[in-house]
C-alpha cells in the first residue's frame, strides 16, 4: 500500500461542533504532517509527528489538537473553529532516517468549511 | 531561514513548445529540492527530487548550487502538464518542508 488516505472527504462543521480528521497510512514511514492549503496557495505545515512524538508545532490555536496513537495513524481533533480556518487540511508522511528528510507523500485532503 | 522562490505566479505556453519553471532557494546548509505537482482536482504528488537526477514524464530540474536555483523543465509541453507546480526545499533534521507560492501552468493547444 503506496498511498495516504485521509477520512472523510469532506466535512461542514458549526463553530460550536467537535470533529476529528482521520490519516493512515501503511508504508512504514515514521514521519506524519498535517498542513492546511487555502485554494491556489501552496501547504503551510501545522504540526510534525516523529516516532509518534510531537517534533514541530508550527504556533498552531489550540483549537486544533492533533493526536498519533500510533506508527499509522494521525488525526487531527477540531473545537470552536472560526470561519477562516475553512480550507483543505492534508496528511503526508515520510521515511525518517538518521535525520534525513525524505519525500513527503500526501494524501487527497479533507475540505473542511467551518460555518 | 529556509525560502523558497518561484517568481512566476502564472505561466502560459502553447502545445510543443519548450517550459521553464523558475525556482530559486536560500538556505545556509546543503538542501534537498523537490518538484511537486498539483493537477486538478488531484492530490498533491511528487515530481522530482534532486538527487535521483531521473526524468518524470518528460520534465528534468537540474540544482545549480552557484546560482541556488532548481529550474523545472520540460522540451515540449503536453496539455496534461497544466496544473500547478511547487518547488520545495528540506534541510536539515527537522522534517519540514518549505514550498514556493506555486506556478500555474497551462499548456494551450
Not at chain 2, 76 to 104: P, R, V, W
Request: glycine content about 6%.
Amino acid at each position: 500500500d503506496t498511498e495516504v488516505t485521509q477520512t472523510p472527504k469532506h466535512l461542514v462543521m458549526g463553530m460550536t461542533n467537535k470533529k476529528s480528521l482521520k490519516c493512515e497510512q501503511h508504508m512504514g514511514h515514521r514521519a506524519m504532517y498535517w498542513y492546511k492549503q487555502k485554494a491556489k496557495k501552496p501547504p503551510e505545515l501545522m504540526f510534525v509527528y516523529s516516532y509518534e512524538k510531537l517534533s514541530i508545532n508550527e504556533s498552531v490555536p489550540s483549537r486544533f489538537s492533533p493526536e498519533c496513537p500510533n506508527s499509522s495513524l494521525l488525526n487531527l481533533h477540531l473545537h470552536a473553529l472560526q470561519p477562516e480556518d475553512s480550507a483543505l487540511y492534508l496528511c503526508a508522511s515520510s521515511q525518517v532516517k538518521a535525520g534525513v528528510s525524505y519525500e513527503q507523500y500526501f494524501g487527497p485532503g479533507t475540505r473542511l468549511t467551518v460555518t | 531561514a529556509q525560502r523558497v522562490t518561484q517568481p512566476e505566479k502564472l505561466l502560459s505556453v502553447f502545445k510543443g513548445a519548450p517550459v521553464e519553471l523558475k525556482c530559486n532557494y536560500s538556505y545556509s546548509g546543503s538542501p534537498e529540492l523537490f518538484w511537486y505537482v498539483q493537477y486538478s482536482r488531484q492530490r498533491l504528488q511528487l515530481l522530482l527530487r534532486h538527487i535521483s537526477r531521473e526524468s518524470i514524464k518528460g520534465f528534468t530540474a537540474d540544482l545549480n548550487k552557484g546560482e541556488t536555483s532548481f529550474h523545472l523543465k520540460k522540451p515540449f509541453a503536453q496539455e496534461e502538464d497544466s496544473a500547478m507546480y511547487y518547488c520545495a526545499l528540506s534541510g536539515g533534521s527537522n522534517y519540514k518542508l518549505t514550498f514556493g507560492k506555486g506556478t500555474l501552468l497551462t499548456v494551450n493547444p
